[in-house]
Structures are given as structure tokens and as C-alpha cells.
């Protein structure tokens, strides 16, 4: 499921593939030169988020200031990389008016989702009341201090909108230093950066068993994002299955209307922002995605639906070339 990459150009671009933040990472460049240090930028990147935002390290940032905020409301001081992800989270709560909230990580740990996802799989989620979501505006950070204070009780989950927003970092960075242009996929949030190939990267629209359904071109500057219901998934104690999204509105698991949305973007944390809101929105996503003049790709596992501005199907689907990004 998600997107994949496709290059027409003679000389196709250099992949390499990490894994970390508890997903699959891609980086691809267009100057195979660059690669090396554009791995190692990428690698160094991603440790430090870990470090900050990670809910299931007991040292990251995050969780320190979760146990600090047991019984009362509390603060700490954060670092550039928690203080840029946490402007992240906040800014795609605003441009969602809350339906992508960064409190949401008690509720979604009372889904089920509290350790890492093969943690929680090995396992029957146990039954628990939904989860209590204090509210994106209860989150405070200083504008020049960067410090952070969060209600009693309060567990960030800064988990979707700080990978979405390291790809649009990472991308930035690579293109800033080094020549050519980059391709950052974290786990299905694409970013893209400095030249194109070819005058557009080619990006391959993927279901949730892998199969490339349609691709789209994008220029540097654009990103793309999948959200799905189908992938981060786990078997409830009376049988049923939960996925990792989570509605702020209620505190429980988002209702599986779409297997998966795609939308095109201006950066990896809108359209992940605006992918992971259609999820929770459920039917009223296509006006809503269509309202904000986001196109998108809603796709039930039977049906799909389009927003205005996605690019119609072209019928023949390109073979499958190396190297490839793939976003899950």
C-alpha cells in the first residue's frame, strides 16, 4: 500500500532503504554521488526524532514529559527536534480544526496500540474505555524558549505528523547541501526536493496488498501521503480488528470507511494531515478533501473515489523498475 516510485529517465535515480522510526525508509537521489552522505543525513535525522517523539522509548522527550504530567500539568524544556515536530503536530491540528490531534496518545494506546506494532500484534488487545484527548489547544510551546507544557495526563502522539514533517525536513536539507534531487518516503509520506528527473518524478499509487493501481507525476516541491486502515492493524479481544488512527472527537479507533486515502500536497505534513482527517472523517471526506481544494484518491478496497484535480487513471500501469519506493 502507498506510493511508489517510477523514473523514465535514462539513467534511473540511486535508492538506498533504512529502517528506523519503526518503518521503512527511502531515500533516492539523482546524482548517485550524493548518496552516501545523503544516508547518513537522513540516518542522523531520524535518530534525533526517535530520541525526542518516540511513545515507545521510556527516555524519549516525550515520554518524560508524559510521566512528569501524571497528576498535574507540566513542562520541560525541548529540543530543536521535539520544538519543530511539536510546531508541526500543532499546525496540522490547526489546519484540520482538530480532527489530526497530537493528544490523542492515551486514546490510542487504549486502542491497543502501546508498544511497537509487532509488540501488539503478538498479543489479543484487551478491552478498555476510549481514551481521554485533552485538545491540541491545552498543548503550549514558548516562541522563544521552546518550552513545552502539557495538561495532567496528557501523552503526545506526535507519531504521523512528525514523520510526515522529518520527510519535508530531510528533503529540504538534502537539497540545500548537495546537488541533484531527492526523494525522502517515511513509511508512505514523500517529500521531494531540488531537481526533478526527467521534469517529474513518477509515483506510483499502491493498494494495500502492493499492487500498483496508478501513477502520478510530481514535481520537486510536492509531496504525497497515504493513510491507511488496513495496514497498522490488530485483533480486539472480542475478535474484531483496530488500526492505529484514532478519532480525537471520541477517543476510539476511526471508523474503516477507506482502506486507504492518498493526497497530493504542497509538503508531506499536509498531505499527511489532510489523509489521515479524510480516514477520521469517513464519508464526509471527499467534500471535505475537495472544500480545502486537495485532490485525492479514496479507495474503499471496492470502490474509489477522486477529488477534483487528481489526475485521471492512464490506463497502462509501467512495469515495476529498480530501484523503487515503496510506502507503507
Known amino acids: 500500500m502507498g506510493t511508489a516510485l517510477r523514473d523514465r529517465a535514462p539513467a534511473p535515480p540511486t535508492a538506498t532503504t533504512v529502517a528506523a522510526i519503526g518503518t521503512t525508509v527511502r531515500v533516492v537521489v539523482t546524482d548517485p554521488r550524493t548518496l552516501a552522505e545523503a544516508e547518513a543525513l537522513t540516518r542522523d535525522h531520524l535518530v534525533a526524532l526517535d530520541r525526542a517523539a518516540s511513545r515507545f522509548r521510556p527516555d524519549s522527550e516525550v515520554s518524560r514529559l508524559a510521566a512528569a504530567a501524571t497528576s498535574s500539568r507540566a513542562g520541560a524544556l525541548a529540543s530543536p527536534v521535539l520544538a519543530s515536530s511539536l510546531r508541526a503536530a500543532l499546525r496540522a491540528a490547526r489546519l484540520t480544526d482538530g480532527l489530526v490531534d497530537p493528544t490523542v496518545g492515551r486514546a490510542v494506546a487504549a486502542s491497543g496500540y502501546d508498544d511497537d506494532l509487532a509488540v501488539v500484534r503478538s498479543r489479543t488487545a484487551a478491552d478498555r474505555p476510549a481514551g481521554e484527548v485533552p485538545g491540541w489547544r491545552s498543548v503550549t510551546i514558548d516562541p522563544v524558549t521552546d518550552r513545552v507544557e502539557v495538561p495532567a495526563g496528557c501523552l503526545l502522539d506526535l507519531g504521523s505528523t512528525a514523520k510526515a514533517h522529518a520527510a519535508d525536513e530531510v528533503a529540504r536539507h538534502l537539497a540545500g547541501r548537495l546537488p541533484g534531487g531527492f526523494l525522502v518516503d517515511l513509511g508512505g509520506d514523500i517529500a521531494l526536493a531540488g531537481t526533478t528527473p526527467d521534469g517529474r518524478w513518477q509515483v506510483g499509487v499502491e493498494d494495500a496488498e502492493g499492487r500498483v493501481v496508478q501513477v502520478v507525476g510530481l514535481r520537486s516541491g510536492q509531496a504525497v501521503a497515504t493513510s491507511s486502515t488496513r495496514l497498522r492493524t490488530w485483533v480486539r479481544a472480542d475478535g474484531g480488528t483496530a488500526h492505529h488512527i484514532v478519532d480525537p472527537r471520541t477517543g476510539r479507533t476511526a471508523p474503516a470507511t477507506w482502506a486507504q486515502v492518498t493526497v497530493v500536497a504542497a509538503s508531506a505534513l499536509e ?58
Open 271 to 328: 498531505a499527511n494531515a489532510a489523509s489521515t482527517a479524510a480516514v477520521v472523517l469517513g464519508e464526509d471526506a471527499p467534500v471535505w478533501l475537495a472544500r480545502h481544494r486537495l485532490p485525492a484518491r479514496l479507495d474503499t478496497g471496492r470502490d474509489v473515489v477522486t477529488t477534483p484535480g487528481w489526475p485521471a487513471p492512464t490506463g497502462r500501469i509501467p512495469t515495476r523498475p529498480t530501484p523503487e519506493v515503496v510506502a507503507s
